[in-house]
């Protein structure tokens, strides 16, 4: 058996392939060797930079000799790779959000589980330093009971919103706006953290004026968790400062602060006995950088976990059946906008039997508040 994995990259033009080549630069056990792109000229200049064999040809590079393929087309497209991947015997990672759909998430699983390979979603929030020690923290009891918690994802993106050529964003190509784009990082994360979500609440805004096809660039979004915890999730591509991300947990014995703007990312109040330092607020010190070094960590951890799984022959811990229940969540929040109600996710799945879920994106742009009426971006 090799010692590394040979990886061929879907979507040599995606902006998120150079976090993942630098994120694993320095890694002995992944190589980077092949590339597909139907884009010829973006082909040709990530095959100059990072040294990659271009293809052309989609089955034509599904026969070279790679062991692995990692799929970074826009969202629409990952279904029908992912599953000509799989039949090509090959093991896969492909970008979030999983899919648009539950249905194509449930032919990706199927398809995946046929041919035998190890499948998983490159969701780098579950990845990054920060949230696997939330994580650890909150299992061992270190804050108790989480009864609230907030997090925010921000960025400016009015170049993709404005262009109503970009697929990014929108409800056909996107799977929909913000909600889709971002909110599946949180909705997965926190989902790890807290367990099942029963119900969410959702207002979609737009506060830019973009063309028709575009989604929502701003939402809030209230869920209630089984476990008894309530969050609020806001995210926007309109807020004017580099890309952040901040979280907060509040629980019966303490308090947990995240931002990944700082240095140390992670503040931490305990009562707890056992904890590392108890009744005083503390930094811990964790791997992690502000952006975009937290972009290049977490996908450096996540691509040297997935080619660990591949080489020791054992199955991800982040399964594509939680990967799916992340695009679950935005697709239940998209239909309580649609509803104009808090709704359960027994509802959500009354729609996946009934009607199927790529209804709900249907008429979403109907349901999002217009605020870029009463907002001067002169």
Known sequence: MSDFVKFGIIGAGSAVWRYHKLGTKNNPRIKFVSGYDIDENKLAKAAKYSKL???????EFLKNDIDAVMVLVPHYLHKDLVIAVAEAGKH???????????????????????????????ENHRFLPAHQFIKDVVQRGFIGDVFLGRTYEGAYAASQFFSADDWGFTYTKGGGGVVSDQGVHKFTMLNWILGEVDSAQCWLSKTLKSPPNKGEDTAIILLRYKCGATVTVDISSSTVHPLTNKTELHGTKGTIFEDHDWERPVKIFSSHPEAEVKGAYYSPEIEHGPFPDYYKISMGHE?????????????????????????????????????GRMTSMDELMEVYKKEGTRSILQGLGEVT??????????
């Open 92 to 122: 896969v990672i492909c970008e979030k959000p999983m899919a648009t759909t539950l249905e194509e998430c449930d032919e990706m699983i199927t398809a995946t589980k046929k041919a035998g390979i190890k499948f998983m979603i490159a």
């Open 369 to 378: 508040q217009k605020n870029y009426e009463k907002l001067n971006w002169d």
């Open 303 to 339: 691509d040297a976990y997935f080619a660990e799984c591949i080489l020791e022959d054992k199955k991800p811990e982040f399964t594509p059946e939680e990967a799916r229940q992340g695009v679950a969540v935005v697709l239940l929040a998209y239909l309580s906008a649609k509803n």
């Open 53 to 59: 064999e271009p293809f052309s040809k989609l089955d």
